[in-house]
């Protein structure tokens, strides 16, 4: 998401200014003509050169790591809190959140409660906010397309949690990236929350069908028993190697998808079908 973002900025001539980790500045070495500012969430006073129009964040994890300090909690209120506190020290009152969708205070997963969380505390915070929700972002990099893709590429089979009959709504990740860029001066994206889905309401089972034509694969699908992932899960969730976690297979099943297109349609966008948006990049 991020570097997409950033790509689709300069394209169109906004000066960039990319707050980076301590020890993470190679991973930006592939932008040119950008400037960076050291920080860490902990870090009670951070200048940013300028005066920034904007400030942008589209940090989130699909998975905690506890025992590396990477936690829900952490990454998506921690860093949210930290970034409002930064917004405020250096004047910048525009502030873009990129969520996801079915955030709330009812949420069944530490993933979508503190996202909300965040989303609360900005709101709550004096600044302008847009918050984005999106489903499921795809595009080169990303990790739920390239999950599959990697399983039909070496296999032709994919395991399917349950009947793999819920719904998600892909959106390319430059159909995204070009809705955020159109918010920032837009008054009527001000202080308001939007669903961002895809052109497609598809279930699981389609989009690993699609997937696997794009790559020219024949598909054999393996549905497996909900309460026998869960368990698999509840044991290997916590190893990076293992495709699904507890609460990933429960937002699955939540399903995710938008209740409008409400954006694209305002700034006459029609996005990507899951088809087109993957002959980029598979």
């Not at 959140?97 to 949420?107: C, E, F, K, M």
């Not at 793999?164 to 892909?170: D, S, T």
């Not at 026998?228 to 290997?236: G, S, T, V, W």
Request: contains cysteine; neutral net charge; proline residues 5%.
């Amino acid at each position: 998401m991020g570097s997409n973002l950033v790509r689709r900025f300069i394209e169109n001539g906004h000066n960039i200014i990319l707050l980076v980790r301590p020890g993470s500045q190679s991973k930006i070495k592939s932008f040119e003509n950008i400037s960076m500012v050291e920080a860490d969430y902990n870090q009670t006073d951070v200048s940013v050169p300028a005066k920034p129009d904007v400030l942008i964040n589209c940090i989130g994890i699909i998975r905690e790591f506890p025992s590396k300090g990477i936690t829900f909690e952490k990454i998506h209120y921690g860093i949210a809190e930290f970034l409002v506190k930064l917004a405020k020290a250096n004047d910048i009152s525009r502030f873009l959140q990129v969520s996801a969708l079915g955030v709330g205070p009812d949420g069944k997963t530490g993933y979508l409660k503190t996202k909300f969380e965040a989303e609360e505390l900005l709101k709550k915070s004096g600044l302008n906010v847009t918050i984005f929700r999106p489903s499921i972002i795809y595009g080169p990099g990303d990790d739920f397309i390239n999950m599959i893709a990697g399983f039909l590429k070496k296999f032709s089979v994919m395991p399917v949690v349950g009947h793999g009959k819920y719904r998600l709504q892909p959106v390319h990740v430059d159909d995204l990236c070009e809705v955020i860029l159109k918010t920032i001066d837009d008054e009527f994206a001000y202080n308001k929350t939007f669903e961002i889905g895809g052109r497609e309401i598809l279930t699981f089972n389609e989009i690993v069908d699609i997937v696997g034509k794009t790559l020219g694969k024949k598909v054999i699908k393996l549905h497996q028993p909900v309460f026998i992932m869960k368990i698999l899960a509840a044991l290997f969730d916590r190893f990076p190697w293992f495709p699904v976690t507890r609460d990933q297979i429960t937002m699955l099943y939540d399903e995710s998808y938008a209740s409008d297109i409400l954006l694209f349609d305002r700034y006459r966008i029609m996005p990507e079908t899951l088809s087109d948006g993957l002959r980029d990049y598979l």
